[in-house]
Protein backbone atom coordinates (compact mmCIF):
# COMPACT_ATOMS: atom_id res chain seq x y z
CA UNK A 1 0.00 0.00 0.00
CA UNK A 2 1.32 3.31 -1.05
CA UNK A 3 -0.10 6.72 -0.12
CA UNK A 4 0.92 9.91 -1.91
CA UNK A 5 0.95 13.12 -0.02
CA UNK A 6 1.37 16.24 -2.04
CA UNK A 7 -0.23 19.88 -2.58
CA UNK A 8 1.96 21.36 1.19
CA UNK A 9 3.53 24.58 0.03
CA UNK A 10 3.87 28.31 1.53
CA UNK A 11 0.49 30.11 2.40
CA UNK A 12 0.28 33.93 4.03
CA UNK A 13 -2.39 33.90 7.04
CA UNK A 14 -5.52 34.31 5.67
CA UNK A 15 -4.89 32.21 2.42
CA UNK A 16 -5.60 28.20 1.79
CA UNK A 17 -3.77 25.49 0.36
CA UNK A 18 -5.50 22.26 -0.48
CA UNK A 19 -3.79 18.44 0.05
CA UNK A 20 -3.99 15.59 -2.02
CA UNK A 21 -3.52 11.83 -0.97
CA UNK A 22 -2.99 9.49 -3.49
CA UNK A 23 -3.22 5.65 -2.95
CA UNK A 24 -2.67 2.77 -4.31
CA UNK A 25 -2.94 -1.19 -3.71
CA UNK A 26 -5.80 -0.22 -1.30
CA UNK A 27 -9.46 -1.20 -1.11
CA UNK A 28 -9.82 2.33 -0.88
CA UNK A 29 -13.87 2.72 -0.48
CA UNK A 30 -13.31 -0.04 3.10
CA UNK A 31 -11.10 2.53 4.64
CA UNK A 32 -11.14 5.66 6.65
CA UNK A 33 -8.94 8.34 5.11
CA UNK A 34 -7.46 10.56 7.56
CA UNK A 35 -5.09 13.56 7.97
CA UNK A 36 -2.31 14.35 10.70
CA UNK A 37 -0.07 17.06 11.87
CA UNK A 38 3.27 17.14 13.45
CA UNK A 39 4.64 21.08 14.41
CA UNK A 40 8.47 20.83 15.19
CA UNK A 41 8.43 20.08 18.72
CA UNK A 42 5.35 18.65 19.37
CA UNK A 43 3.44 15.46 18.67
CA UNK A 44 1.75 13.96 15.68
CA UNK A 45 -2.47 14.76 16.07
CA UNK A 46 -5.31 14.14 14.29
CA UNK A 47 -6.72 16.92 11.76
CA UNK A 48 -9.12 14.88 9.83
CA UNK A 49 -10.82 11.51 8.82
CA UNK A 50 -13.83 10.57 6.66
CA UNK A 51 -15.43 7.01 6.38
CA UNK A 52 -15.21 4.64 3.54
CA UNK A 53 -19.06 4.53 2.41
CA UNK A 54 -20.86 7.13 3.94
CA UNK A 55 -18.46 10.02 3.71
CA UNK A 56 -18.63 10.87 7.58
CA UNK A 57 -16.31 13.23 8.87
CA UNK A 58 -14.88 14.40 11.86
CA UNK A 59 -12.49 17.40 12.86
CA UNK A 60 -10.28 18.05 15.52
CA UNK A 61 -12.02 21.47 17.06
CA UNK A 62 -9.13 23.81 15.96
CA UNK A 63 -9.93 22.98 12.23
CA UNK A 64 -13.60 22.92 12.19
CA UNK A 65 -15.31 25.30 10.06
CA UNK A 66 -11.80 25.84 8.37
CA UNK A 67 -11.32 22.57 6.96
CA UNK A 68 -12.91 20.29 4.84
CA UNK A 69 -11.67 16.83 4.34
CA UNK A 70 -13.38 14.68 1.59
CA UNK A 71 -12.56 11.71 -0.85
CA UNK A 72 -12.95 10.70 -4.27
CA UNK A 73 -13.23 6.65 -4.25
CA UNK A 74 -12.83 6.86 -8.25
CA UNK A 75 -9.80 8.11 -8.13
CA UNK A 76 -8.81 6.55 -4.83
CA UNK A 77 -7.85 10.35 -3.50
CA UNK A 78 -8.68 12.08 -0.60
CA UNK A 79 -8.58 16.01 -0.18
CA UNK A 80 -8.18 18.43 2.58
CA UNK A 81 -9.11 21.50 1.57
CA UNK A 82 -7.65 23.82 4.43
CA UNK A 83 -9.01 28.18 4.17
CA UNK A 84 -8.03 30.57 6.71
CA UNK A 85 -5.17 29.47 7.84
CA UNK A 86 -3.15 30.70 10.53
CA UNK A 87 0.36 30.55 11.60
CA UNK A 88 -0.76 27.81 14.08
CA UNK A 89 -1.39 25.62 11.25
CA UNK A 90 2.16 25.62 10.38
CA UNK A 91 3.08 21.28 10.35
CA UNK A 92 4.09 18.34 8.51
CA UNK A 93 0.79 16.67 7.35
CA UNK A 94 0.24 13.34 6.98
CA UNK A 95 -2.49 11.17 5.29
CA UNK A 96 -3.22 7.95 6.04
CA UNK A 97 -5.36 5.29 5.98
CA UNK A 98 -7.07 2.87 8.20
CA UNK A 99 -10.19 0.44 8.75
CA UNK A 100 -11.10 1.79 12.30
CA UNK A 101 -10.42 5.73 12.00
CA UNK A 102 -9.19 6.42 15.51
CA UNK A 103 -8.83 9.67 16.54
CA UNK A 104 -5.12 8.26 17.55
CA UNK A 105 -1.97 8.17 15.28
CA UNK A 106 -2.14 4.07 15.37
CA UNK A 107 -3.50 4.09 11.70
CA UNK A 108 -2.35 1.13 9.41
CA UNK A 109 -0.90 3.01 6.39
CA UNK A 110 0.93 6.41 6.32
CA UNK A 111 2.22 8.82 3.70
CA UNK A 112 5.43 10.49 3.66
CA UNK A 113 4.48 13.85 4.91
CA UNK A 114 3.96 17.18 2.89
CA UNK A 115 5.27 20.74 4.76
CA UNK A 116 2.38 23.50 5.14
CA UNK A 117 3.89 26.28 6.32
CA UNK A 118 1.86 29.62 7.05
CA UNK A 119 3.32 32.98 7.21
CA UNK A 120 1.96 35.96 9.66
Known amino acids: VQLQASGGGLVQAGGSLRLSCAAS????????LGWFRQAPGKEREFVAR????????RYTPSVKGRFTISRDNAKNTSYLQMNTLNPEDTAVYYC??????????????WGQGTQVTVSS
Open 25 to 32: ELAFSEYF
Open 96 to 109: AADRTGSIYDTWSY
Open 50 to 57: ISGISGTT
